[in-house]
């Protein structure tokens, strides 16, 4: 067996990844994120190594516009990438939006297979490719980079679809996405499909083929490496696999496969693998949306052997049992655990060894964070580090001035105790002490409180607690969904602190100050 863990080998063919967690990610239910957090993704993915990032569909919303359009103008080192369907009002404001970036990508897409044709579009074929050649056409006007995707292509008729592949590429598309749009196709059957494109387009060596695969039968990642077995070129996947129902193909599973399998499958990517597990805990936290602890490649179980004969089989040689090893995807060696005597150069080091890269601001801020967490607990562990590190680190996240500020709480409580909450709360630098007794548990008295600054019901969809590490002393996070009456939209906040009380309070005025900013762009 050959195990390599190194990046990226010259000698194989190098595949094109193109990340859709801003994008497709965004649209999986609850994991929406605000332009601070959709900045320090991408800055993320920038440093993670992909190629191509989908920053949204500017024509959705003045939000998705918005955050397109910064990311284009701030975040360098990849292509930018923006949705319009084949419409000019969608093409010409993706491009408003993409203008400023260093390497702007206009997708368009149209469906083609026959059920969206007759129940959805009502077009004939010869219609379709006459909407989808104008629309590669107006985003070629402005620009050279232009994605095509022919939507639930894996269900087109083939004949049809090798019609409209050789017709969008002659208008100008440098890249053909073939979509598994609903997540239906066997790997047998794309790498057929791939394959029959490659022998019947005539001009199909003008244009990159990509490939995007939805997992609803759990084959999105096979299905991405038997089109690109076939010959694709480009790859469309997002960290933790996130997207659309049960999502999209999973960037560090996909890519993880290439380079452990590199020796079988001669392909690689640009991706610095060590990065990826920083970038998966990123995109959890942003989102609120768990990794599992099975997760292949960055789930918490993923490296850890339990059975005896396992755990004595890679003490004596590791890769009895392991095909990749922890540290190249980003794991720590070992939990080394620092305390309040341990100085800014350790904690520096062990930050870098985590996958993260700060500023001496950033660090300077961290080291602060660290040093009062060290004061109320003994041990720090690199899971409280990660929570350090993810408050200290997005410079984006600056806060709004119309923004809550949490200061201080008293509580009562207990089983016999009528609850009474008095919160300290400051708005525009003026401080505010709501106070509220009664009702069912600390929880219930908290948003009474809460209640009466805000002036919007607060409904309460979904709330978690856990503990950041182990040891009773540990910091607990508290994360929060408000729910908004009349509408589906959900709002997430979330709060970490040795109290478990004063974290579900942060959470609950992080979700609000959300469903405030929200308002005050609509
Ligand atoms: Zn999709």
Not at 258 to 269: A, N, P
Request: proline content about 3%.
């Amino acid at each position: 067996m050959n195990v390599t863990n190194q990046n990226a080998d010259d000698s194989c063919r190098r595949i094109v990844i193109f990340d859709t967690t801003l994008r497709d990610g965004e649209q999986s239910p609850g994991a929406s994120m605000n332009l601070p957090e959709k900045l320090q993704v991408a800055e993320a993915l920038v440093e993670l190594g992909v190629d191509v990032i989908e920053a949204g569909f500017p024509i959705a919303s003045p939000g998705d516009f918005e955050s397109v359009r910064e990311i284009s103008r701030i975040v360098k080192g990849a292509s930018v990438c923006g949705l319009a369907r084949c419409v000019n009002a969608d093409i010409d404001r993706a491009w408003e939006a993409l203008k400023e970036a260093e390497d702007p990508r206009i997708h368009v897409f149209l469906a083609t297979s026959a059920v969206h044709r007759e129940f959805k579009l009502r077009m004939t074929q010869d219609e379709i490719i006459a909407k989808a050649v104008a629309g590669v056409q107006r985003a070629k006007g402005y620009c050279s980079n232009v994605e095509f995707s022919p939507e639930d292509a894996c269900r087109t008729e083939i004949d049809f679809l090798c019609r409209v592949v050789e017709a969008t590429i002659d208008a100008g598309a440098t890249t053909v996405n073939i979509p598994d749009t609903v997540g239906y196709t066997t790997p047998p059957e794309m790498e057929a499909r791939i394959r029959s494109l490659i022998e019947r387009v005539p001009n199909i060596d003008k244009a990159v083929i990509s490939i995007h695969c939805h997992n609803d039968l759990g084959m999105a990642v096979a299905n991405s490496l038997a089109a690109v077995t076939a010959g694709a070129g480009q790859i469309e996947c997002s960290i933790n696999g996130l997207g659309e129902r049960a999502g999209n193909c999973s960037l560090e599973e996909v890519v993880m496969a290439m380079r452990t399998r590199r020796d079988f499958l001669k392909v690689d990517t640009r991706i610095v693998s060590q990065k990826l597990v920083a970038t998966s805990r990123l995109v959890s936290k942003v989102t609120g949306l768990k990794v599992p602890r099975n997760k292949a490649i960055v789930g918490q179980n993923a490296f850890a052997h339990e059975s005896g004969v396992h755990q004595d089989g890679v003490l004596k040689e590791r890769t009895t049992y392991e095909i990749m090893s922890a540290e190249s995807v980003g794991f720590a060696k070992n939990d080394l655990v620092l305390g309040k005597h341990s100085g800014r150069a350790a904690l520096a080091d062990r930050i870098k060894s985590l996958g993260y890269e700060l500023t001496k601001e950033q660090l300077d801020v961290a080291f602060e964070a660290f040093k009062s967490l060290a004061d109320l607990k003994k041990e720090v562990y690199d899971a409280d580090i990660i929570e350090i590190v993810d408050q200290s680190s997005n410079k984006h996240a600056a806060s709004r001035p119309a923004d809550w500020e949490y200061i201080s709480y008293s509580l009562t409580s207990g089983v016999d105790d009528e609850p009474a909450v008095k919160i300290v709360l400051a708005h525009e630098n003026v401080e505010r002490i709501v106070e509220a007794k009664g009702g069912h548990g600390p929880i219930d008295v908290m948003f009474k409180a809460i209640q009466q600054v805000v002036n919007f019901p607060l409904t309460l969809k979904e709330f978690k607690i856990e503990a950041v590490s182990g040891g009773s002393d540990a910091q607990g996070s508290a994360t929060i969904f408000l729910e908004e009456p009349n509408s589906s939209r959900t709002y997430r906040g979330r709060g970490t602190s040795i109290d478990v009380f004063e974290a579900a309070l942060k959470a609950l005025v992080e979700a609000v100050n959300r469903v405030q900013s929200a308002h005050a762009d609509a």
